[in-house]
């Protein structure tokens, strides 16, 4: 079960959506782990899904939601190439993800060493640590 802010309108049966309209079209989720915020931008094909989030619990809470508005994922974009806004979640779909040049560099060179999630897990906090590896990129 999705742990839900209280207050929003629901789309089904089942709890209200963890996501907000902010403006028309546009929606947000703002995560309780770093109050870090997801954006959706909702355009024909599809929505962008602006940094995705940080827990897996939220970013399948996030997929139910796109998938009960009948909007898939059409494109993902990392607005920088920290750990907390490049990660995704295979219910999220396989839909192409974009960055800036400077965040693919990055990425590109975190992910070219063998040993790579041992160098990023030293950055994290070890109590989320092991829940990043099993969604990230």
Not at 106 to 125: F, H, I, Q, T, Y
């Amino acid at each position: 079960m999705c742990a839900r802010p209280s207050g929003r309108v629901r789309a089904s049966n089942r709890e209200a959506p963890m996501l907000k309209q902010v403006a028309e079209g546009v929606l947000i989720h703002q995560s309780k782990l770093l109050e870090n915020n997801t954006v959706v931008v909702q355009g024909r094909d599809g929505v962008l899904l602006v940094d995705a989030g940080i827990t897996g619990a939220e970013m399948t809470c996030l997929a139910n939601d796109l998938r009960e508005l009948g909007r898939p994922v059409a494109a993902g974009f990392s607005t920088h190439p920290d750990w907390d806004h490049v990660l995704w979640h295979a219910e999220l779909g396989k839909a192409p993800r974009y960055g800036t040049a400077r965040c693919a560099d990055s990425l590109r060179d975190v992910l070219s060493n063998a040993d790579w999630k041992a160098g990023v897990a030293e950055r994290l906090p070890p109590e989320i640590a092991e829940d990043r590896f099993r969604q990230m990129m």
